[in-house]
């Protein structure tokens, strides 16, 4: 095929979409690609002299991929309209391989004639020129990135030595942000891994500063950070890769190490530490995303005439299971039990999703389908394994609990020391960290119903499906108008909304709109956190193994009530049968 992204080569192939397969109507994502490619070859040339071309095709690919989810649906119902019009009862036995019937849709629905898509579908088109304009925006500012760091890459992860050129990269490898911006993974020839993440990296970089003090300290277990280089309001990362533990013993110690973690997110008030956010390396749980550490959820308003039941779910949220280290279960998009998507929790592969409406067979001939088989939730890089076979943190409970407790005394004997004007947590005071107004699913459901066919062509209803965000703002509209603004912003250019705080600040940060919510918070996240290690003690202590037990005790009886009978798989120390998938690398942190 011709090479539409100019250094990306024959960029048709059946590479990219959802997994390894092609986007269908690949036709219709051609011109914006070849848009993209020239505006960003344009832009960067420095940046694209750094690329080889398979990794200009994964930019490529990820394009791509977002083009389709936007508007495959839409162009897919057109289609299986005009092949019943054609073949009637028998669309559903077209011929294998055949294309006439496709061609000929493609030829009457262009976007160049008068009764093509973009005419009978002006949301979609507007949505399409959008996103490809905001792709080539980002795409251009990651190059322009990489070529002006380029010799302080080398020096920080390097050590001075070149590592070539990138030879591979993966680009949407985390929900869009303020444009389609979200993660990106490189490869360079000489082997180094990195991750660019298009966000300060202060969070991190303080956190790795207390993992160094309390080393220093004499902390009873050592933990590990990725080693990063912030550059203000983005920055780059090492990559850490999937390892297993040499021995039982190794296990025992990850366990342990878990439980020191799991201390220091309670410490810092984290959230948000769920399966993506944690690396098992051996027999170190990584933490690779800091960016939900120091994160306040008391608002001036809600004291108001708060129940029994609201001071309860105060209680727990302000508790250990606030991180998401620990087992938690949250809805599935599709009917079925909740899933556990934490930490050191979500360990199993499983059916976590209904079939995709975006993976056909048949691609882009006349026997086209949607796949009829779910998604299923793969064991990822946060699963720590012995020869093959998964450690289960439910079978850890005592090296857990243990861990937790030293942590927590040790932090307690040295509180002086954590609060002094120079010590650790100040690092965290000037550190931009995001607030999570509501979970990401939410606005990712909404997102994919506006994909839904019904709204590529009626800008009113496209409108209007997208203000469902409201409901949940009727309660406190004067306190979170902002926050319904930028939401509506970044929803109406398929964005996840961003929201962002100083840890020294009660302020909110509308990310999406340029705002500034004053005096959101009852208080600023460190004063709190301080508060936090003021109040440490031995009652408090007792609390959290308590909370911290019986998240694990409910580990057991879910893992029981979804066992095959006999199996034996809910008994106290049982082992998983079954050899665990091979061992991969990561991917990055999803939060961008």
Known sequence: GEAVFPGAGDADEALGGEGDQAPAFSSVWRPFRALVGHRIRQRSPEGFSHLSPEAVRGLDRALRSRLARIGVRTLYRDFDRFRSRRLGPLAAFARSGARGIFDDFMAGASAAAPDGWAAAHPVLARRLAERSLLWAEMAGEFLDRLAADRPAIVGHFAAGSDPGAVTRLEAGAS???????????????????????????????????????????????????????????????????????????????????????????????????HQENLVACGEYPVLIDCETLLCSNVKPWEGRDRDAAGRAHLRLAESVLCSMILPTWAPRRAAGDPADLSALGAVDEGPLEAPSPYRFTDVDSDRMRPEDRPWTQAAGANVPRVDGVVGRVEEHRSELAAGFAATYRFLMARREGLLAPSGPLERFRACRLRYVARATRVY???????????????????????????????????????????????????????????????????LDIGEVAEAYFAQASLDQVRTRVIDLDEADLAWQ??????????????????????????????????PAPAAGEPAASASG
């Open 175 to 273: 929900d869009p942000h303020r444009g389609g911006r979200g993660v990106i993974l490189l490869t360079f020839a000489s082997g180094l891994r990195l991750v660019y993440k298009p966000k300060p990296l202060a969070a991190e970089a303080a956190f790795a500063d207390l993992l160094a003090w309390m080393e220093l300290q004499g902390a009873p277990l050592d933990l590990l950070a990725p080693r990063v280089l912030d550059r203000g309001d983005y920055g780059w990362a090492a990559f850490v890769s999937q390892s297993a533990c040499h021995d039982a013993m190794a296990l025992g110690r990850y366990y342990r190490r878990a439980g020191a973690l799991a201390c220091l997110l309670y410490l810092l008030m984290a959230t948000d530490c």
């Open 545 to 578: 193994l308590r909370l911290l037990e019986t998240s694990l005790a409910l580990k057991v009886a879910d893992r029981a009530a979804h066992a095959p009978s006999g199996s034996g798989a809910g008994e106290p120390g049982a082992r998983s049968s079954r």
């Open 444 to 510: 990712g459901s909404l997102l994919e119903a506006v994909n839904a066919p019904g709204f590529q062509d009626d800008g009113i209803a496209f409108s209007l499906r997208l203000e469902a965000i409201a409901a949940a703002h009727v309660d406190h509209l004067a306190e979170t108008a902002g926050i319904l603004r930028a939401e509506r912003a970044a929803l109406m250019r398929a964005d996840v909304p961003l929201f962002g705080t100083l840890a020294g600040s009660a302020a909110l940060h509308l």
